[in-house]
């Protein structure tokens, strides 16, 4: 292999070649808070633990969860997504409108609402690398601009009617567990592959930890980077689909703030915000813990104000720990 063709290897992210370790010393941190917490809410509450209440957890999860795995890799690569959020409400019309309004299959409705949430992540992808514009600001300007996009579609008011298809894909169960719930088990398995196991998965924390000694190795960095926004994106329009399939109509007001949730998930799990650093592991426990802290809260009867400064606090803490770690790196490779 020559000079050129070299790449830098991800920190603390790529296993050695003895094996993978299942977790390290970051997922291990938020995978005992799991434990503990829903330990808690479970002696506070029966019905926290029941069936029921975990199949709605499952469903949560999925939102959450694909949302953050998405997120993810935008960080891994030194950006951010503010935009998921308002994707999810737009892609939820969206597929909403097409099946209603449009005429077009369930099947196909969805598979335009996709191809449209990848197209915005190459919107995304070359604002930042061709144009130079920062993440935040390309990022915030589709939060605002989509919001706006699915009301116009709507006019306000939600689209009803869609088709089966969409209500099956929320209420069918495989052996008690929501579909939802296993497409996000599957979309975790095929993230872990890709950013672990594969040559292009790890450039993407080769850019993240280092954008111009990934350049000067050959890596195509504008790809990579390009890559993780259409990821993102694309994961928020399949989110969008699941939250129409639960609620059986295309609602504009739905998914506000969530990019704050997802990114909090990434963030607990251990991906660093300086990028280049996280597991998909992390990310998946780091959504689980919110889903459980969220379903806990409600559970308990606890107030949605409480409930949101509960997750500020939650967001807090994870970047705290994320700068304290950060600094702890930087003095051993001092």
Not at 22 to 34: D, T
Not at 162 to 178: C, D, N
Request: glycine share 12%; net charge positive.
């Amino acid at each position: 292999m020559t000079a050129t063709q070299t790449e830098p290897a991800p920190p603390d992210t790529v296993p050695e070649r003895g094996g993978p370790l299942f977790l390290r010393g970051k997922e291990v941190g938020v995978v005992g808070a799991v434990v503990v917490v829903f330990a808690v809410f479970a002696l506070g509450n029966a019905n926290f633990a029941g069936l029921s209440n975990l199949q709605t957890m499952g469903v949560d999860l999925a939102q959450y969860g694909l949302l953050a795995l998405g997120v993810s890799f935008v960080i891994i690569t030194g950006g951010i997504d503010l935009s998921v959020g308002s994707v999810v409400a737009l892609s939820g019309v969206w597929s909403a409108w097409l099946n209603v309004h449009a005429g077009l299959p369930d099947v196909v409705a969805i598979a335009v609402t996709l191809v449209t949430g990848a197209a915005i992540g190459l919107v995304h992808g070359f604002s930042v690398t061709i144009l130079g514009v920062p993440p935040f600001v390309t990022t915030l300007v589709t939060l605002v601009a989509a919001r706006g996009a699915a009301l116009a579609l709507t006019q306000g008011f939600p689209i009803d009617g869609v088709g089966a298809t969409f209500t099956s894909i929320a209420q069918y169960r495989i052996a008690a567990i929501p579909v939802p719930a296993l497409l996000f088990a599957g979309a975790c398995v095929l993230a872990w592959f890709f950013l672990e196991r594969t040559h292009v998965g790890r450039q993407l924390y080769a850019v993240g930890g280092n954008a111009e000694a990934s350049r000067l190795a050959g890596i195509r960095t504008r790809r990579r980077v390009v890559l993780a926004y259409v990821v993102s994106s694309v994961l928020a329009s399949a989110v969008g689909v699941l939250v129409t399939a639960r609620l059986t109509v295309g609602q504009p007001s739905v998914a506000t703030g969530w990019e704050l949730n997802a990114i909090a998930a990434a963030v607990i799990g251990g991906i660093s915000l300086s990028g280049g650093v996280g597991r998909v592991i992390g990310v998946a426990f780091g959504a689980v813990l919110l889903v459980c802290i969220n379903s806990g809260l409600v559970i308990l009867h606890v107030s949605p104000y409480y409930q949101q400064i509960v997750l500020g606090a939650v967001l807090a803490v994870a970047v705290v720990t994320d700068r304290l770690r950060a600094r702890r790196s930087e003095r051993n490779q001092s």
